[in-house]
Each structure stands twice: as C-alpha cells, then as structure tokens.
T-cell receptor, first 113, second 117 residues
Framework: DGGITQSPKYLFRKEGQNVTLSCEQN?????MYWYRQDPGQGLRLIYY???????QKGDIAEGYSVSREKKESFPLTVTSAQKNPTAFYLC????????????FGEGSRLTVL | AQTVTQSQPEMSVQEAETVTLSCTYD???????LFWYKQPPSRQMILVIR??????QNATENRFSVNFQKAAKSFSLKISDSQLGDAAMYFC??????????????FGTGTRLTIIP
C-alpha cells in the first residue's frame, strides 16, 4: 500500500545532540513537508521541498536542517541549535499540482531530556 | 501573510446530533483552496473535505459538509449524525492557488471535538 512512513515514532535525546527523523513516501509525490505540532499552536511549517535537490524554509526553520537527495525521502535533522525541540513532528507529501491536499505520516514524537 | 483562525478550542456534541465547527481566514488572493483535516488520537492527519474557492457550491462528503462564505472569508464544517469515531482534533487549512510558487498549507490551531454517548 502506498503511504508515508516516519521513523522512529518515539525518540529521546539529550540536550546538545543532533537527531534525524526519517520520512519516506512511495506515493510518487513531488512535494514533501515537515510540520511541527505543539499543544494549542496547530501545525507550523518547518521546511518544504517541491522537487529533488531543492527545499525552502518554512515559518520556523531555525535549528532544523533537511535534505532532498531522492524523491522518496525527506529527512529532518533537529540540531542542538533548536532551543525547544520537544514536540510532535509530522511529515507530509503532495502531488505536483491540483487541489494540493496533503497526505501525512503517523508522526514522530521527540523528547529532549 | 495568510492566517487561519479557529475560535473554538473545544466543542462537544451528543451522539447522533449535528455540530458545526468554525473557521475564518484572511487572504487577499482570489484563487485558493480550503481544507478540513481530522486528527484522531492516533495523531495521523486525515483529510475530511476540501473546497476550491472558485466553486460556489459547498463541498459535501457523506455526513460532512461545509458552509463556504467567500465574501465573509468563513469556512465552517458541519458534521451530521455525529458518531463516536468523529471524536478528534479538527484543523482548518488554507493554500494559495497552484499558480503561485509558494504552495504551503497554513493551519489553524484546531478544535477538539468530543462526542457524548
């Protein structure tokens, strides 16, 4: 079945460590997105990529980095520069054009100890 | 910048009754899309319904329908015959039309819907 796979589902990190969240899709979608979800704040866009080898900052990109070397993969690295990294992270993808609905993964919960 | 506002942090409804969730948005564009997403306890976001701004007819998907008031920039979601499985967070989202290079979705802060048996 086609879909978006995020791993790991739960991750614990010590302060000062970088961590990478994986996002893989087999939907053949062009665009991929990373959102952060905090209680009471909805979803906020971190980074997005509309094509391989290209990506743009979203609204809260500071302390995060991404790469898009393959169409299927869009990993997110949470660096030690991110001041408040504990959150729920959602990856999504979208077909090239059209109504633009997003298809989401099941999310990754990152806790910094 | 576009903003999406959901003014009801929490709502509750008796099972089998009807409930309406509110959403307003701010944009200067004429070409855009609006969405309602559902996030159940599993936390995976699921698309409930979509509306193209150029269509005057309100979208409907089974028990879910919208009231799209373009001039008022309002996009409410009506859930009829509420079921226990409808309990979730509901997010309203906006996206500019596909002619623009920046095609990100902007989300509201969500409404938590509780279904009372």
């Amino acid at each position: 079945d086609g879909g978006i796979t995020q791993s790991p589902k739960y991750l614990f990190r010590k302060e000062g460590q970088n961590v990478t969240l994986s996002c893989e899709q087999n939907l053949n979608h062009d665009a991929m997105y990373w959102y952060r979800q905090d209680p009471g704040q909805g979803l906020r866009l971190i980074y997005y990529s509309q094509i391989v080898n290209d990506f743009q900052k979203g609204d809260i990109a500071e302390g995060y980095s991404v790469s898009r070397e393959k169409k299927e993969s869009f990993p997110l690295t949470v660096t030690s520069a991110q001041k408040n990294p504990t959150a729920f992270y959602l990856c999504a993808s979208r077909r090239g054009r059209g109504t633009g609905e997003l298809f989401f993964g099941e999310g990754s919960r990152l806790t910094v100890l | 910048a576009q903003t999406v506002t959901q003014s009801q942090p929490e709502m509750s409804v008796q099972e089998a009754e009807t409930v309406t969730l509110s959403c307003t948005y701010d944009t200067s564009e004429s070409d855009y899309y609006l969405f309602w997403y559902k996030q159940p306890p599993s936390r995976q976001m699921i698309l409930v319904i979509r509306q193209e701004a150029y269509k005057q007819q309100n979208a409907t998907e089974n028990r879910f329908s919208v009231n799209f008031q373009k001039a008022a920039k309002s996009f409410s979601l009506k859930i009829s015959d509420s079921q226990l499985g409808d309990a979730a967070m509901y997010f309203c989202a906006y996206r500019r039309g596909s002619n623009f290079g920046n095609e990100k979705l902007t989300f509201g802060t969500g409404t938590r819907l509780t279904i009372i048996p």
